[in-house]
């Protein structure tokens, strides 16, 4: 299991704003929010290949941790099935003037 103390946390935290840690049976990893540009090139990709989508976010997202969950099919799927709750949508409304 990856272990990250306070000090990482803070130091993470400067340079990627807010991270995550994904937890998969032993292993773990620290995932940041994607990017609109990656965003936007991974859900370009998906309408021919979905799973690349998954693995285009997880790459892009990955700060640290076990690499086997990049690379191990069994992790991958598991990390694959939380990618997309790294995407914040904020509420919003629009008012006709």
Request: charged share 35%; hydrophobic share 40%.
């Amino acid at each position: 299991m990856y272990e990250i103390n306070e000090q990482e946390i803070k130091s993470l935290k400067a340079k990627y704003g807010d991270i995550f840690m994904l937890k998969i049976e032993d292993k773990s990893c620290i995932l940041k929010k994607p990017s609109r540009k990656v965003l936007s090139y991974a859900t370009s990709v998906a309408a021919k290949d979905p799973m690349k989508f998954n693995e285009i976010m997880l790459n892009d997202c990955f700060v640290a941790g076990a690499e086997e969950i990049k690379t191990d099919d069994s992790y991958f799927l598991a990390a694959a099935s939380k990618i997309s709750e790294l995407i914040e949508v904020k509420e919003s409304e629009l008012v006709k003037l």
